[in-house]
């Protein structure tokens, strides 16, 4: 009786991917962390150049109910009760304390905004430092236009991809050796639109690079606005990771971990 073939491995993750990949981790969770610190002294987004009623677009904070204190989310004029999670959460001692944020949710600690912004800036720049790299590497190696950039054929088949994804159904065999068109539209969308949204708005609530060129802000809708498309564009970013990590687990933990480790991935069968 024949045995069966062993499942084919190939090598799917070079070396400079992996190490800005894990990078990218370590980046990403402490500039999430830091930057709900940094909210969390001021939790509110406005759309302008100034912060008034008028022009605020989202609140987190708190009401009184009778003796208690409630958390509230505020969108335009909705309001929303969040308490416990936003607004208003448990703090070490099992009692409630009004905070935008959780205390698990923020990094250095439950509540320290200078030491927040050294960590969120300092980890913002080796960021910055390593999406430049990132994108060298990929336009000078071939991978972007040879992995990311849908064929004309992969465009073509885009509906039946989301239907696969939907019911989750993911390629197998020779098609599994290629990232889908989904995959390449997520990763082009998030290195080349989502990322630089965050940079550039990052940079427009930094009066020093504002000094330096007057004016650039204002393209942004001003300081204020640029801060509520700073925090709209980490929604995205974390919107992604979701997304990632589901898909990570439900295509095989073990095989896409071990790949992005040592670079090699077993085709599923």
Same mark, same amino acid.
Not at 58 to 87: H, P
Not at 118 to 145: D, E, K
Not at 238 to 248: K, M, W
């Given at each position: 009786?024949?045995?069966?073939?062993?499942?084919?491995?190939?090598?799917?993750?070079?070396?400079?991917?992996?190490?800005?990949?894990?990078?990218?981790?370590?980046?990403? #969770?402490?500039?999430?962390?830091?930057?709900?610190?940094?909210?969390?002294?001021?939790?509110? &987004?406005?759309?302008? &150049?100034?912060?008034?009623?008028?022009?605020?677009?989202?609140?987190?904070?708190?009401?009184?109910?009778?003796?208690?204190?409630?958390?509230?989310?505020?969108?335009?004029?909705?309001?929303?009760?969040?308490?416990?999670?936003?607004?208003?959460?448990?703090?070490?001692?099992?009692?409630?304390?009004?905070?935008?944020?959780?205390?698990?949710? %923020?990094?250095?600690?439950?509540? *320290?905004?200078?030491?927040?912004?050294? *960590?969120?800036?300092?980890?913002?720049?080796?960021?910055?430092?390593?999406?430049?790299?990132?994108?060298?590497? %990929?336009?000078?190696?071939?991978? &972007?236009?040879?992995?990311?950039? +849908?064929?004309?054929?992969?465009?073509?088949?885009?509906?039946?991809?989301?239907?696969?994804?939907?019911?989750?159904?993911?390629?197998?065999?020779?098609?599994?050796?290629?990232? @889908?068109?989904?995959? @390449?539209?997520?990763?082009?969308? &998030?290195?080349?639109? !989502?990322?630089?949204? =965050? !940079?550039?708005?990052?940079?427009?609530?930094? +009066?020093?690079?504002?000094?330096?060129?007057?004016?650039? #802000?204002?393209?942004?809708?001003?300081?204020?606005?640029?801060? %509520?498309?700073?925090?709209?564009?980490?929604?995205? =970013?974390?919107?992604? !990771? /979701?997304?990632? /990590?589901?898909?990570?687990?439900?295509?095989? =933990?073990?095989?896409?971990?071990?790949?992005?480790? %040592?670079?090699? *991935?077993?085709?599923?069968?």
């Amino acid at each position: 009786m024949a045995t069966a073939a062993p499942p084919a491995v190939i090598y799917r993750h070079r070396l400079p991917v992996r190490i800005m990949h894990w990078i990218n981790v370590v980046c990403v #969770v402490v500039l999430l962390g830091s930057g709900l610190q940094i909210f969390n002294a001021h939790p509110a &987004l406005y759309w302008g &150049l100034d912060s008034r009623p008028a022009t605020r677009v989202l609140e987190i904070g708190q009401r009184r109910d009778g003796q208690r204190l409630v958390g509230v989310t505020r969108i335009g004029g909705a309001e929303f009760v969040t308490d416990g999670v936003l607004g208003v959460s448990r703090g070490p001692d099992g009692g409630k304390v009004p905070r935008a944020f959780p205390s698990w949710a %923020t990094i250095p600690g439950p509540q *320290w905004l200078a030491m927040g912004r050294l *960590w969120h800036f300092f980890f913002a720049w080796i960021f910055v430092v390593n999406g430049l790299c990132y994108l060298l590497w %990929t336009v000078f190696s071939g991978h &972007l236009r040879g992995d990311l950039v +849908p064929t004309r054929r992969e465009w073509r088949g885009i509906g039946r991809s989301i239907l696969d994804h939907l019911r989750l159904r993911h390629p197998h065999g020779e098609e599994a050796r290629r990232y @889908n068109v989904l995959q @390449n539209i997520a990763y082009l969308s &998030l290195v080349f639109v !989502v990322l630089p949204l =965050l !940079v550039v708005c990052g940079w427009a609530m930094s +009066p020093w690079i504002d000094a330096v060129q007057p004016g650039w #802000v204002d393209w942004l809708g001003g300081r204020q606005a640029a801060r %509520t498309l700073h925090f709209l564009g980490a929604v995205l =970013l974390v919107a992604f !990771v /979701l997304v990632h /990590l589901f898909e990570v687990v439900v295509t095989g =933990l073990v095989n896409n971990v071990r790949s992005m480790l %040592t670079g090699f *991935w077993r085709i599923p069968e």
